[in-house]
Structure formats: structure tokens, C-alpha cells
T-cell receptor
Framework: GQQVMQIPQYQHVQEGEDFTTYCNSSTTLSNIQWYKQRPGGHPVFLIQLVKSGEVKKQKRLTFQFGEAKKNSSLHITATQTTDVGTYFCREYNFNKFYFGSGTKLNVKP | DARVTQTPRHKVTEMGQEVTMRCQPILGHNTVFWYRQTMMQGLELLAYFRNRAPLDDSGMPKDRFSAEMPDATLATLKIQPSEPRDSAVYFC??????????FGSGTQLSVL
């Protein structure tokens, strides 16, 4: 079964506000990936984090991997309506892959 | 651009009928995944292949579902007999390893 917890389940923000979603695991992870799924679309790979404490940026998106490799976050600065969608983390551990339950982001213009 | 191709895009069928979904992974990718997505359950892993060998199908109901890779260019997911609770979007995804996945557009299945 699923081992990665993702919060929050939903987030409604005003355009221009920041947004953060978190993934937490009960075990130390080998690596973690982040995906974005637009409404009616399919998940699209955003990034993979491998190293303890790793921080990666993609324009307004900042991805972090915890020092203990048990948690990760995705932060969006100054959201735009194009950020609307569901963001999933996906962990790889013990030869198994698990998707988080996703955080659905709605951005009001 | 290389992409994962899934057919059909939409399928409406009656309970008890057989459903076959097909996937053409990206050439050169050696991992193939089948996921089912519903509002309630999120993305559920049904089957995972590496080099065409099944590595994990623990999430798949064995009595009615089967997944195969007859060759490197084709993965299939079959449901027989189908039930209304199987209604969902079924995604195929492939990758050069198990981590970075490229998803197909999915098959929207409705079982009446």
C-alpha cells in the first residue's frame, strides 16, 4: 500500500500568493520525484531529488528534499493561473514506487 | 517528440464484457507501468514491467485483470469480465528507468 503522505489535499489561492505542498514518508527514501497533472490531462514529470538536503529550482518552483530523506516539498512563488492542477510526489523505496495522494491547486485570478 | 501512445482514448462497455487497453511505450524505455486513477483512490499502481518482465502486479485484482508485454513495443491491460467499479482512467507510462516516467494520455473507461 501507499507509504507517502501528501498534504494538503486541496489548496485554493489568489493569483500571486505562494503555495506549498508536502510529502512525508515513514521511511528513508532513495529518491523522490514530483509530477504535475493539469485538469483532464496526464501526469507530467517535473523533477527528481536524490541527495539529502537537495534544493532545486525551476523558475518559480522550488523543490526540497529533507536532510533525513524522509520528506520533500514543492513551493511555488507568486502563483499564476497556469499553475492550476494536481501536484503529486512519487517515492521509490525497497524496489517499490508509490505516488502520494496529490495536492489539488486552484488559483483564482 | 517521442511519446507514449495509448488506445483507445475512450471506451464505453457493458458489465461482463472484455476490455483490452493497449500501450506503445517510448522506444528504448525499459520500464512500463500501468496506473488506474479515480477521484477516490488517486493513482493506483496496477502493474510494473522492466525489460518486459513483470516485477510488481500486487495492486492488480488477479481474478479479472491481466497485464502483458508481448514485445517491447506493446503493453496490454485486459479486464475480463469488466464491472462498473472498474470505471476509471487507465494510464500507461514508460521510462528509461523507473523514476522519470512519461505518461500516455490515458484510456477513459466507463463500464455500464
Amino acid at each position: 500500500g501507499q507509504q507517502v503522505m501528501q498534504i494538503p489535499q486541496y489548496q485554493h489561492v489568489q493569483e500571486g500568493e505562494d503555495f506549498t505542498t508536502y510529502c512525508n514518508s515513514s521511511t528513508t527514501l532513495s529518491n523522490i520525484q514530483w509530477y504535475k497533472q493539469r485538469p483532464g490531462g496526464h501526469p507530467v514529470f517535473l523533477i527528481q531529488l536524490v541527495k539529502s538536503g537537495e534544493v532545486k529550482k525551476q523558475k518559480r518552483l522550488t523543490f526540497q528534499f529533507g536532510e533525513a530523506k524522509k520528506n520533500s516539498s514543492l513551493h511555488i512563488t507568486a502563483t499564476q493561473t497556469t499553475d492550476v492542477g494536481t501536484y503529486f510526489c512519487r517515492e521509490y523505496n525497497f524496489n517499490k514506487f508509490y505516488f502520494g495522494s496529490g495536492t489539488k491547486l486552484n488559483v483564482k485570478p | 517528440d517521442a511519446r507514449v501512445t495509448q488506445t483507445p482514448r475512450h471506451k464505453v462497455t457493458e458489465m461482463g464484457q472484455e476490455v483490452t487497453m493497449r500501450c506503445q511505450p517510448i522506444l528504448g524505455h525499459n520500464t512500463v507501468f500501468w496506473y488506474r486513477q479515480t477521484m477516490m483512490q488517486g493513482l493506483e499502481l496496477l502493474a510494473y514491467f522492466r525489460n518486459r518482465a513483470p516485477l510488481d502486479d500486487s495492486g492488480m485484482p488477479k481474478d479479472r485483470f491481466s497485464a502483458e508485454m508481448p514485445d517491447a513495443t506493446l503493453a496490454t491491460l485486459k479486464i475480463q469480465p469488466s464491472e462498473p467499479r472498474d470505471s476509471a482512467v487507465y494510464f500507461c507510462a514508460s521510462g528509461p528507468s523507473g523514476e522519470k516516467l512519461f505518461f500516455g494520455s490515458g484510456t477513459q473507461l466507463s463500464v455500464l
